[in-house]
Structures are given as structure tokens and as C-alpha cells.
């Protein structure tokens, strides 16, 4: 059974910041592209970010520059540091895992909101 397990969400006032870690399952973790996801009201979910077992990133246009994806590949955890946040980065976050083999698993979500 592999499980992802988002903490970190919150409420902060526009300009703050949040930290976001996903705790995954050691038998994906150092094979599996890690990401974070969020899904807006009424809109599709999107990816925020994502980082290979390598190391290399990709960010959505909307949050480059203010958020940052790390991952602990000892630890199996993958961060988002969030900076700067705005009121439209208010969303469910998904931390995502897509494995080597092509397993895809998902976390239940954690409720960010930014308050303008």
C-alpha cells in the first residue's frame, strides 16, 4: 500500500508564506517524480511543480519565483516552500508520485487559503 501524506496547509494573509510536505511510502519515494497539484473552485486541477528522483524541476508559470519544490530522498518527503503567496493561490494542494514503473498515487489534499 503506498501512501502520501500532505501536512502544512493553513490560512495566511496575502504576502506570507506556507511550507507544504508530502511524507511518501519509501518503496516509491527515490524512483517516483514528486509533485504538487492544487484544484481551484471550478477550475481543473493543475500542476504547481514537480521534481524528478534527479533533482530537476518544473514549475507552472502562475508560481515561479515565489514557490519552491526540495525533496528528502532519506527522509521520503517532498516540500513546497511558499512564498509570496496570493489570494488565487487559495486550493486544495495534492502531492502526486508518479513512479518509475508508472504507478501514480495521490495524497487526500491540504486546504491552503490566502486571505487578501
Known amino acids: 500500500q503506498v501512501h502520501l501524506v500532505e501536512s502544512g496547509g493553513g490560512l495566511v494573509q496575502a504576502g506570507g508564506w506556507l511550507r ?3 511524507a511518501a511510502s519509501a518503496s516509491i519515494f527515490s ?3 514528486m509533485g ?8 481543473q486541477r493543475e500542476v504547481i511543480a514537480h521534481i524528478t528522483p534527479g533533482g530537476s524541476t518544473y514549475y507552472a ?7 519552491t519544490i526540495s525533496r528528502d530522498n532519506a527522509k521520503s518527503t517532498v516540500s513546497l516552500q511558499m512564498n509570496s503567496l496570493k489570494p488565487e ?3 486544495p494542494y495534492f502531492c502526486h508520485a508518479i513512479s518509475f514503473g508508472g504507478g501514480e498515487y495521490w495524497g487526500q489534499g491540504t486546504q491552503v487559503t490566502v486571505s487578501s
Open 89 to 91: 493561490d487559495t486550493a
Open 61 to 67: 508559470y502562475s508560481v515561479k519565483g515565489r514557490f
Open 36 to 43: 504538487w497539484y492544487r484544484q481551484a473552485p471550478g477550475k
Open 31 to 33: 524512483y517516483s517524480t
Open 20 to 22: 507544504l510536505s508530502c
